[in-house]
């Protein structure tokens, strides 16, 4: 089979799985969790393949595969992957299985909550390797529709509240991207969506027209990011979704917006990039600091995962911002490495819920000594998060900030500053959940199930071996990261 071929059914293959599942009848709903596992698992296989495959010495674009579509608007069904995409792609289906493997306790609308997680799969994996504009727009807005059902329908008492606040906020975003897309069409005169055939045509255009469009496009991304301040629709969106989804949505639907900024600026639009990277490079720091500070004072669990992952995030907006080989390999390292770590971080806060059927920092304390695997694994994910040298953290987060150091060398030192104020929030939270006297209430707590094994402790795994080993993950991004920073002329 060619690797462009297996490349699409990375699409293809949780679409007709959706669809399989909700054809089962009521009946058979109890088969729903098993398709799912079986595509999730096969999707997984097909990435990891096409990683293995993976020429990792070439800059360009691999395995693409173009198919006629809509001729008439200039568009077709052209896919590829890059050292940029390709990881997306590899942590979209791995979570994704985890994902499914954390959903055993869905109990109501089964055969409909894995139709959903199974197009949610095929929107996310579509947007990190569609290579036509009109086709990344049709897979971004995919992507709203099950995210807002799931949070609906299966989130908590305000879920309602939140999913529409998610909808509002990405369908502002997504008519703003659709603007610039149509203004990028018709400015460059091309007759095609094609993002490699129209990135010539658009980089000659003025840099006022470069940076109108850009400006257009770049609000949709800042909001997916989400970049303070258009990041309010995060924390309700993820203290209302269940456990599984807020895995997704921290681990890959942010990294839509910082993939986009990477596909848009510099390889689309690098004047019009250029222009703006003062107000990225802005953002990016206050994000990192009001995220950690916001954090600092949650009483909610999954409320202060939710503020560090808007810290996490502007970091990497901050790598981006610097453009040097150094800053986007370390935004691009940190992106896949906060998939994992919040990931980890959102499955072990959906574990202590279900034991305590509350998200309350204050209701736990001493919980290492009736759960101590659980409690552990708390532990190394917030050592994880905190950047301790040998795990993912500390790759990406020490390349951002040595990255940005010539280009915003204030920045820069705000940045590494910042950790402080990460370590204070995750070391607060450990000493009233973890240690300290026990709380009665929590005496018979259980301990980490299979299940929840099964989940979890693959992302502990993940996040040693690049933290040990980063090479099998840098190796792959660096052509491509090179050719990104030639193009900023870092």
Not at 7 to 17: E, F, K, M, N, R
Not at 128 to 137: G, K
Not at 386 to 410: A, D, H, N, R, Y
């Amino acid at each position: 089979m060619a690797m462009g071929t297996v490349l699409a059914w990375t699409i293809l293959l949780p679409l007709v799985g959706g669809v399989a599942i909700a054809l089962i009848p009521q009946s058979g709903s109890k088969f729903a969790r098993p398709v799912a596992l079986l595509v999730t698992g096969v999707v997984l296989a097909m990435a990891t393949w096409l990683w293995i495959s993976f020429n990792p010495a070439d800059p360009g674009m691999q395995f693409e595969i173009v198919r006629d579509w809509v001729p008439g608007l200039g568009t077709a069904f052209h896919l590829g992957v890059d050292g940029l995409s390709l990881p997306m792609l590899f942590l979209t289906a791995f979570l994704s299985l985890l994902a499914v493997i954390a959903s055993a306790r869905i109990s109501e609308f089964t055969r409909e909550y894995f139709t959903l997680i199974l197009l949610l799969e095929a929107g996310l994996i579509g947007v990190f390797i569609a290579l036509d504009l009109i086709l990344f727009y049709v897979f971004w807005e995919v992507v709203l529709i099950p995210m807002f059902f799931l949070i609906n329908i299966w989130g908590g008492p305000r879920r309602r509240y939140a999913a529409i606040k998610f909808f509002l906020y990405t369908l502002a975003g997504s008519l703003a991207m659709l603007g610039g897309i149509i203004s990028l069409f018709l400015a460059t005169g091309a007759q095609t969506f094609d993002m490699i055939a129209l990135a010539p045509q658009a980089a000659r255009l003025s840099l006022a027209a470069q940076t109108a469009i850009f400006t257009a496009i770049a609000f949709a991304l800042a909001i997916k990011v989400p970049m303070v301040p258009l990041h309010t629709w995060l924390p309700d969106a993820h203290v209302e979704a269940p456990t599984a989804v807020s895995v997704l949505l921290a681990g890959v639907l942010l990294k839509m917006g910082s993939y986009g900024f990477l596909r848009f600026g510099p390889q689309l639009l690098p004047d019009g990039f250029e222009r703006l990277v003062p107000l990225i490079a802005l953002l990016g720091v206050v994000s990192i600091v009001y995220g950690a500070a916001c954090a600092l004072v949650q009483t909610d669990l999954k409320k202060l995962i939710a503020y560090s992952s808007v810290s996490h995030m502007g970091y990497v907006m901050l790598g981006i911002a610097a453009g040097t080989a150094a800053g986007v390999l370390g935004a691009s390292v940190q992106m896949f490495s906060h998939g994992l770590i919040a990931g980890m971080a959102f499955l072990l806060v959906g574990a202590y819920y279900e034991r305590a059927h509350t998200r309350e920092i204050s209701a736990f304390g001493g919980t290492a000594r009736v759960a101590p695997i659980l409690a552990g694994t708390l532990v190394f994910m917030s050592f994880a998060s905190l950047g301790l040298p040998g795990m993912s953290g500390f790759i990406g987060e020490f390349m951002v900030v040595t990255g940005s150091f010539g280009p915003f060398t204030t920045y820069s030192a705000i940045a590494a500053f910042a950790v402080v104020l990460t370590a204070g929030y995750l070391l607060w939270m450990l000493r009233r959940v973890v240690f300290g006297q026990l709380n009665e209430a929590r005496a018979d707590m259980p301990d980490m199930t299979r299940t929840e094994a099964a989940a979890i402790f693959p992302l502990c795994i993940a996040t040693l071996c690049i933290g040990v080993f980063p090479q099998v993950l840098v190796g792959v991004m660096e052509a491509s990261v090179e050719s990104v920073a030639k193009i900023l002329g870092a």
